[in-house]
């Protein structure tokens, strides 16, 4: 995080007469994570950018821009930009050329919410001439859709949020909560087992059973709790299968066949299964989508 923009964050939020408890009340955040904003010790993410535009009224640029990328360019830079004129320089091609270079995909790319949002209340960048107030813009942030009465989904890879001005409702579906007009709903029990010190349970629970009862084997076994619980919950947060640590939970289960059954053989078949775990998860996430 710069410290410009820092600052910025500070001046924006004070200037809104927010403290940082209420700001990252609004927010839906920790107040550490905003006092870390504000020392430059971190940066909001995507979402958290654009809820700050929003909140304090500002474009995503004014927000992020900083003295160094907001000065002209010097004269040596003239063949690459014209200040006095506002745009690139035409190309060699001549005036059919340049227009060909110009890219439908490429309107609007770049573009925050808050800058397509100025589109849409002009009316301008609709499908038709007569400007219907439908815009979007292609970006970084995602894709963000608006219509004329302010009803606006924008698509990011952190999740789906729509805001239909009409019902004065609001759902914020990411990978980690869904939010309700602005009330958050999260996954309650993934927060407290992340939150749950199993690996202090666990090596109490290891030592208590090899000194009280000797079982120093096979209770080390409980030790793969430990990455099998993370990464589960990890997996249910992100709802990706993938980051759950299935070989460890394999190797798991073949250990405890082995030492408690005897079944060392057939237990190795269980190995088998890894290679089609990965391919038949993302072949199921590819359905859900």
């Not at 900083?66 to 200040?83: C, I, L, V």
């Not at 009316?123 to 970006?139: E, K, R």
């Not at 579906?173 to 993934?190: H, L, P, S």
Request: proline share 6%.
């Amino acid at each position: 995080m710069n410290i410009e923009i820092a600052n910025r964050l500070v001046k924006l939020r004070k200037g809104n007469g927010l403290s940082q408890e209420a700001l990252a009340e609004k927010l839906g955040i920790s107040r550490q994570a905003v006092s870390k904003w504000e020392r430059a010790e971190a940066s909001p993410d995507t979402d958290n950018l654009i809820m700050l535009a929003k909140l304090y009224s500002v474009s995503l640029d004014e927000l992020l821009l900083t003295e160094e990328e907001s000065q002209e360019p010097s004269e040596g830079a003239g063949d690459m930009y014209r200040p006095e004129y506002g745009k690139n320089p035409e190309p060699a091609g001549g005036e059919e050329s340049f227009m060909e270079a110009q890219e439908p995909e490429a309107i609007g790319a770049g573009k925050g919410r808050e800058a397509v949002g100025k589109e849409c209340q002009s009316g301008a960048g609709g499908p038709s001439a007569g400007g219907s107030g439908f815009s979007q813009g292609v970006g970084e942030e995602g894709i963000p859709v608006l219509d004329k009465d302010g009803s606006e989904v924008h698509v990011s890879w952190d999740g789906i949020h729509v805001e239909e001005r009409q019902n004065v409702e609001a759902v914020h579906r990411d990978v980690a909560e869904v939010r309700i007009e602005g009330k958050k709903r999260r996954m309650k029990w993934v927060d407290r087992g992340m939150r749950f010190p199993l690996p202090v349970f666990v090596a109490i629970l290891y030592f208590s059973l090899g000194m009280l009862f000797g079982a120093w084997h096979p209770a080390w076994l409980l030790f793969f709790l430990i990455p099998l619980w993370y990464s589960f919950l990890g997996a249910v947060r992100k709802r990706n299968a993938h980051i759950f640590a299935y070989p460890v939970f394999v190797t798991f289960l073949f250990l405890c066949a082995g030492f408690f059954l005897g079944a060392w053989n057939p237990g190795w078949i269980l190995f088998l299964t890894i290679p089609a775990y990965y391919p038949l998860t993302s072949y199921w996430a590819g359905r859900g989508e």
